[in-house]
């Protein structure tokens, strides 16, 4: 019996329980997306145009990581499965021209687009961007 709820009190700490069912705890889900697609209704060979620039890789793991790091960010859940997000960032590198960014919101509406020479001001303008719609009450919608 201490067993049971022992485990009951470590799995639905509050800890585990903002995670549990895809839930961040009223936290807006940030979906980096790797690429665009230039015809998303297509089931047969979409063609897609890949963020990277010049046949290197698309960084988003890097996009990924300064989500994390910077303070403008904080208070976003990042998540890899696109059905949990509320926004999605596209951001391209434009090799030595900057990066180009645009966020949409979960409808697919763009709510904010923008370049900066450098990634990690990208991904700041991106962040202030989602934090005021999302303040605004629209939730990501």
């Known amino acids: 019996m201490k ?5 009951l009190a470590v ?9 549990m069912h895809g839930q961040s705890a009223g936290r ?3 979906y980096v997306m790797p690429n665009a697609l230039a015809n998303p209704e297509s089931n ?6 890949d963020s990277a ?18 303070k403008e960010c904080q208070g976003f859940s990042e998540n890899m499965i696109k059905e949990k997000a509320d926004y999605f960032l596209l951001l391209q590198h434009g090799g030595g021209r900057g990066n180009r960014w645009a966020v949409s919101n ?4 763009v709510i904010a687009s923008g370049q900066s020479l450098v990634l990690g001001n990208s991904v700041k303008d991106a ?6 719609n999302w303040g605004s ?3 990501g919608q």
């Open 3 to 7: 067993r049971l709820f022992l485990y």
């Open 11 to 19: 799995f639905f700490s509050p800890a585990v329980v903002p995670y």
């Open 28 to 30: 807006p889900v940030v």
């Open 44 to 49: 047969s060979g979409a063609v897609v145009v």
């Open 53 to 70: 620039r010049n046949d290197k890789e698309p960084q988003v793991a890097m996009i990924y990581q300064e989500l994390q790091h910077r």
């Open 106 to 109: 979960r409808a697919g509406e």
């Open 127 to 132: 962040c202030l961007a989602m934090k005021k």
């Open 137 to 139: 009450g629209s939730r």
